[in-house]
């Protein structure tokens, strides 16, 4: 999957030489502290860096790497590229506003580095397209779990349609597909959707080359679990038709990464066309106090267009009328 040719070698080969002399220049003239795991960010340590080392460039190389690794320029991680697509011109307004910035979302043995072996591009790319801020998991909306399965039970057919939206690297997915395989013994067909094709390739392979803990843990999860599929699209822009009986949304709505109304408009008409008649759609989230008002809003939007809702912000629960 990730490509091992002259073109990656050459063009890694320079991003390492080129980095490697800025951060000699940039060594030589700025003194410690240097950034090391668990240093403060002080706007003095920012600015020393994006003078010698600006994280807009280095990610814009990083980009070009990412094209000639991937299988398609659509792969490179979202945290690399533009809102367009296009190349990276960070710093965007939700990127990382310095290099010390952008390490602190990578794992340990890939922080702090510019320059990298072949071998570590498989993790350094999947690290970027999975952040920790992402926090793909299991068991993280218990509340919604005991609703699913009491749906799961009452479920009248022999055959449950399931869709995670923003599914990430599949934990949830896999846990709820369990779930609901557990009630009744019936077949389960489940498709996950998520934003960057680097976090479906990391759900359908159960692999994580940056975190071998939770590859593990998605693994156990996976064990036993047939049916689940995986792909990448954008929830404004859904590509199934379902019908599915129920859809999930977990850790989106309302919150950075989706807020804007049209945004919440255009998922929720996707999930209007994508649910059997009698579906749910299942909305969870850990938000701090301050998206409260996001996701309340977008309850008030369903409510008006005809959807029932239930339940509280942090765990919701809709019909059509
Ligand atoms: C906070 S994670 C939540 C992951 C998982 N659902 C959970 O709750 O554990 C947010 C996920 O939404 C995905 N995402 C962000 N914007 C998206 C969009 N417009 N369409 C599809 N997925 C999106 C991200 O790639 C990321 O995997």
Not at 76 to 92: F, I, Q, S, T, Y
Not at 225 to 241: E, I, M
Not at 277 to 299: K, M, S, Y
């Amino acid at each position: 999957m990730f490509r091992r040719d002259p073109a990656v070698a050459t063009c890694l080969g320079a991003l390492n030489t080129t980095w490697q002399e800025r951060l000699r220049l940039f060594r030589a003239r700025v003194g410690p502290p240097w950034w090391a795991p668990g240093l403060v960010l002080t706007p003095e340590l920012r600015a020393g860096y994006e003078t010698y080392l600006p994280v807009a460039e280095f990610a814009a190389d990083l980009a070009r790497l990412g094209d000639r690794l991937l299988p398609h320029p659509s792969w490179v991680p979202h945290l690399l590229r533009a809102r367009d697509g296009g190349a990276c011109p960070l710093p965007r307004p939700d990127g990382p506003a310095s290099l010390p910035d952008l390490w602190a979302l990578l794992p340990e043995a890939l922080a702090g580095h510019l320059c990298f072996a072949a071998d570590a591009l498989p993790a350094l790319f999947c690290a970027l397209a999975d952040p920790p801020h992402f926090g793909t998991a299991a068991e993280r909306y218990p509340a919604q779990q005991e609703r699913f399965a009491a749906l799961c039970t009452t479920h009248p057919r022999g055959r449950l349609r399931l869709l995670d939206l923003a599914c990430g690297v599949g934990l949830g997915t896999f846990a709820s597909a369990a779930l609901a395989a557990g009630y009744g013994g019936r077949r389960v067909d489940t498709v996950g959707l998520t934003l960057e094709p680097l976090e479906a390739w990391m759900a359908a392979q159960q692999s994580l080359p940056h975190d071998r803990p939770r590859q593990r843990r998605l693994q156990d999860l996976a064990a036993g679990v047939s049916g689940v599929h995986f792909a990448a699209a954008d929830v404004r822009r859904l590509p199934v038709q379902g019908p599915f009986d129920i859809i999930l949304c977990n850790g989106l709505i309302g919150g950075t990464l989706l807020h804007h109304g049209p945004d919440l408009l255009d998922l929720l008409a996707g999930c209007c066309g994508a649910l059997a008649p009698a579906g749910w759609l299942l909305i969870a989230n850990r938000f701090h106090d301050g998206r409260r008002t996001h996701v309340e809003r977008f309850a008030e939007l369903a409510r008006e267009r005809r959807w029932e809702v239930a339940g509280d912000w942090h765990d919701l629960a809709l019909r059509r009328r």
